[in-house]
C-alpha cells in the first residue's frame, strides 16, 4: 500500500494528499476539492509529484504576465466580483484566467465589498508554478542544488555564501534581459526564497509606519532585505536603519 510504501501512516498519508493536491474551490461555499489526475496518479505511482503541471506548460499564462508586467507577488490578493463577468480577447485580464486555468482558486470571499481573495490551491500548483516563472523571467534553469545549498547557508548564518550563491545565479541571467530596475531582482529574489522551503515565510513589501521593506524572510530569525540598483551596500544599510524596519 501508498502508506507502506512511504511507511508513514493513514493520517499522515492523508495530510500529506491534501498538501499537495488538495485546496480547489469553486464557489462561495467552503468545500473544497483535490486534483483527482494527481490524486489517482499518487496512488498509482506511490509518489508525490507534480504530475498535473507536467501536462503542459503555462507559456501563454507567463507571457501574458510579462506584457502586463504583473507583480507575482500580489499573490494571494483580492479581485471585484465583475473581474469574473466578462471576457474580452483584446483586453484579458491576467488573474481571472489565472483562476479558470486552475494556477489560482478561490480563498475567501467578502459578500459586503463583493470581493474575492486568490491564492494557489496547493504546493503542486505553487511550487511548479513559481519554478517555471523563475526559469522563464531569468532564462536559467536554476538548479535544485543550487536552492539546498541557499537554505542549508541561510540556516548556519552563512550570509557570505548566501550572496555567493545569489551572485551566481543572478550573473548567469543573459545580459540582454536585465532590467534596470530594483523590482525586477526583488522579484527574482522573491520567487527563489518563495522555493527554497515552505517553511521560510517570504513578505515583500511589508509596508511599516515609516516606509516599504522590499523582502522580509521568517525562519528562526527575521531577515531584512533591502535592494539598492546602482546603489551601495552601506546606503541600503543605512536605509533600514534609519527607518528602523
Known amino acids: 500500500s501508498f502508506c507502506e510504501e512511504k511507511n508513514i501512516s493513514e493520517d499522515q498519508l492523508s ?6 493536491y488538495n485546496g480547489y474551490r469553486f464557489s462561495e461555499n467552503t468545500v473544497k476539492v483535490f486534483n483527482p489526475f494527481s490524486t489517482l496518479l499518487a496512488f498509482d505511482k506511490k509518489s508525490f509529484k507534480n504530475y498535473w503541471f507536467e501536462t503542459g506548460t503555462p507559456a501563454f499564462l507567463i507571457q501574458m504576465m510579462k506584457e502586463k508586467e504583473y507583480d507575482i507577488k500580489n499573490i494571494p490578493t483580492e479581485v471585484p466580483s465583475s473581474s469574473f463577468s466578462t471576457y474580452e480577447l483584446e483586453n484579458m485580464d491576467v488573474l481571472p484566467l489565472l483562476f479558470q486555468t486552475g494556477y489560482l482558486t478561490l480563498k475567501g470571499n467578502n459578500p459586503i465589498e463583493m470581493t474575492y481573495t486568490l491564492d494557489y490551491p496547493n504546493f503542486e500548483v505553487k511550487n511548479s508554478f513559481l519554478s517555471y516563472l523563475l526559469n522563464s523571467y531569468s532564462k536559467n534553469k536554476v538548479a ?4 539546498i545549498l541557499l537554505v542549508r547557508a541561510l540556516r548556519e548564518n552563512n550570509f557570505d555564501k548566501v550572496f555567493q550563491l545569489l551572485t551566481n545565479i543572478f550573473s548567469s541571467i543573459p545580459y540582454d534581459i536585465h532590467i534596470e530596475m530594483e523590482k525586477y531582482y526583488q522579484s527574482l529574489f522573491y520567487l527563489i526564497f ?7 515565510e ?11 521593506i522590499d523582502i522580509i524572510l521568517i525562519d528562526r530569525c527575521i531577515y531584512i532585505i533591502e535592494f539598492k540598483f546602482g546603489g551601495t551596500k552601506e546606503g541600503a544599510l543605512q536605509q533600514i536603519k534609519d527607518k528602523k524596519y
Do not use: F, H, N, P
Open 202 to 212: 517570504v513578505a515583500a513589501e511589508k509596508r511599516t509606519s515609516k516606509g516599504r
Open 15 to 20: 495530510s500529506e494528499m491534501e498538501y499537495w
Open 144 to 147: 535544485s542544488g543550487q536552492i
Open 194 to 200: 518563495s522555493l527554497i522551503d515552505t517553511r521560510i
